[in-house]
């Protein structure tokens, strides 16, 4: 049943992934403003980082450290690159 | 400490093992390291690719609309479905299905080689159009990246089909699949340096 619960969540993430990629491209096409576009395709890069990190590389089960650091690393290099293009 | 706290301390503790025994790494921790040092190694590519970008930013702008925003999207598609592959590739391993992991990861690979042939097509189309690594400071950044990045896809698949290879002799047993787990964390890696490569090149 567990196992099971697993499956249908990485289901549920990839879908969630392939949304997100495509609705980023459409960002380009569709927002006139740099800040809002660049700082939306960030933002889904966060969102898109977190499933993987927890859900594909299976660290919402591991021990909190290593968790909050791969977490760290998809919140902290958006938010540079964010902080270079747009300040 | 009455006899009915010391059995509630003693039922909190027993939770509190069971979920610390719970929270274990996937793989190996020198895995986990040489994922760090590569990601490490990315991201001062990707700051210094943001930096660039100010500084040059013409030069960016015309770069970035010579390329095929459509590639870099199935590329996209591609490495992301590859990884949820092998994700249920480890599902069926803890369900000791391991004749169905290996199938599992063989989709996988097929949609890394849907990456790989988009992404020479891609060279090869730059080349035609006359485009190098020595064209200017952004096709030096998007060759040198985009080119470390297809290695570890590479060195990706060769993990997986060392895994695949295992996993279809029996070499992993429900006990311990650190070795299966190891790998399939790589290629996750793999998948991730990508999300945050593929904005900062065709997106943004």
Not at chain 2, 57 to 70: E, S
Not at chain 2, 87 to 112: C, D, R
């Amino acid at each position: 049943m567990q196992k099971n619960k697993s499956t249908n969540h990485v289901i549920t993430s990839w879908l969630w992934l392939i949304v997100l990629t495509i609705a980023s491209i459409f960002l380009t096409s569709f927002i006139d403003n740099r800040i809002i576009y660049v700082t939306s395709a960030l933002i889904i890069v966060v969102i898109k980082g977190q499933q993987i990190v927890d859900v594909f590389m299976e660290l919402n089960k591991a021990p909190r450290f290593w968790r909050l650091l791969l977490l760290s690393y998809i919140v902290l290099i958006p938010l540079i690159i964010a902080i270079i293009y747009l300040v | 400490m009455n006899t009915s706290s010391i059995a509630i301390a003693s039922s909190s503790s027993k939770i509190t093992d069971e979920e610390l025994s719970d929270k274990k790494l996937p793989g190996d921790l020198a895995m986990w390291f040489f994922i760090l040092a590569e990601l490490t190694v990315f991201a001062i590519f990707f700051i210094g690719f943001a930096v660039s970008e100010q500084l040059n930013t013409d030069i960016f702008a015309q770069g970035k609309a010579q390329l095929h925003q459509t590639s870099g999207l199935i590329n996209t598609l591609a490495l992301i479905t590859s990884s949820f592959f092998v994700a249920l590739a480890l599902s069926a391993m803890h369900k000791t299905q391991s004749k169905k992991a290996v199938y599992l990861i063989l989709i996988a690979k097929v949609f890394a080689s849907i990456y790989i042939s988009v992404k020479i097509w891609e060279y090869l189309s730059l080349f035609e159009q006359g485009i190098t690594i020595e064209t200017n400071s952004f096709f030096t950044l998007y060759f040198l990246i985009t080119a470390f990045h297809l290695m570890h896809v590479l060195l990706g698949m060769v993990i997986l089909s060392f895994i695949a290879h295992s996993a279809w002799h029996d070499k992993y047993n429900n006990n311990d699949l650190s070795g299966f787990e190891a790998g399939a964390s790589y290629w996750h890696m793999v998948d991730l340096l990508w999300i945050i490569l593929f904005p900062l090149i065709y997106v943004i």
